[in-house]
């Protein structure tokens, strides 16, 4: 008997996601009622691991963080096409984030979250639930997957550098050998209408990097500040001459962007502190910007210092890489949606977003691709409806199905092209 071709594979899986939708919307809703921040997600990875129990997925969970990593072993034939890696059955990985962010929820649902101070406002929720039901599409198709899945169920995307940690536990290599292609989801709660997919071959999310800086002059009276060596005023100067750096000696098609979100200085109007900080977030759409910023900022900084007669301590921070979709696994993606949900329903991004990424560190390692799933409520604006990290964000249920069936679909055909 000749093995399942992907087409073959991929054909009835929109139709069993959605008679999976009642019980993918039921994990999300409890998954959403009980948000966990950070790397340590107890209750999220009982969740996960129940729903994974009977599946025929091995399971590993993480030593420093409640992460879950699944492996399903396929039983179909290698592809016949595999030349490249003779011996060796190709693997794919597929990473759902799971955790929530610390911020209290406003949106009045009847499955809001009932921890205070916590809440699912960027779509994670959707995430683990979406890898969950792919996890069951493909354990029902694994006796024809001619290789095997990885499902990566990350906590401490925002801002804790999960990846980084699953990475140096051995998810990429959990199949017993590197994966060879990786790909992730994610929703939005504004930006285009419901169900739409957007992809982008190359920089597809900036990299981020944190500023704190710590001016220290001598405070004195305020009506004699030639007495004193004024550390507000070298701050504020500080602060804009970052703000016109970026403008002049970054190219405007590889752009920087810098924000100061904190500026910390004094307790009287009358008194020089001895004192100011700033703090701020940076933004870059290439590694070698990202590179240069890391010695163009604080070199700025101390020549306004030294102008002032004040010190400086500069702590640059380097947070997320640039995520940086791979051209033939993203045109491989594309191809996937467009078969799967008509070609209307995709849009080709003409530009990355601001945000960051850890499946960054993901993609610097294994060619992959990285999309984005509208999960706009229907009769939103997705113009004026709230963003992601709002207190107020929706994430409409509807496309819990779409997801499922997407990851699922996107490992199918990946292993259908083998190594390499």
Known sequence: MAPASSADLTAGLLADARALHPEI?????????????????????????????GLGFEVLTGTRTTSVTAVLRGGGQQPTND????GQRPAVL????????????????????????AMHACGHDLHTSML?????????????????VVLMFQPGEEGCDGASVMI????????GRRVDAAYGLHVTSALAPGGVLLTREGPIMSAADGLVVSVRGAGGHGSAPHLARDPITAAAEMITALQAMVTRQFDIFDPVVL?????????????????AFFEATIRSYSAEANDRLRTAIPRLLQGIAEAHGVAVEVDYLPEYPVTVNDPAETAAATQVIRELFGPERH????HPLGGSEDFSRVLDLVPGSFAFLSAVPEGVDPA???????????????VLPDGAALYAALAIRRLARGKG
């Open 132 to 148: 969950a039901g792919a996890a069951s599409l493909l354990a029902a198709r694994r006796d024809e997957l001619p290789g095997d």
């Open 347 to 350: 849009v080709e991004m003409p």
């Open 25 to 53: 919307t039921d994990l999300r809703h409890r998954l959403h009622r009980e948000p966990e921040v950070g790397l340590d997600l107890p209750r999220t990875q009982q969740k996960v691991l129940d729903w994974l129990d």
């Open 168 to 175: 140096e536990e051995g998810v990429l290599e959990a199949a």
């Open 83 to 86: 030349t490249e890696g003779a």
């Open 384 to 398: 004026t409806a709230p963003y992601n990290h709002s207190a107020q964000a929706v994430f409409a249920d509807d």
């Open 94 to 117: 597929l990473r759902g984030d799971m955790d929530a962010l610390p911020i209290h929820e406003e949106t009045g649902l009847d499955y809001a979250s009932q921890i205070d101070g």
């Open 259 to 275: 924000t100061v979100g904190v500026v910390r200085a004094g307790t009287a109007r009358n008194v020089i502190p001895d004192q």
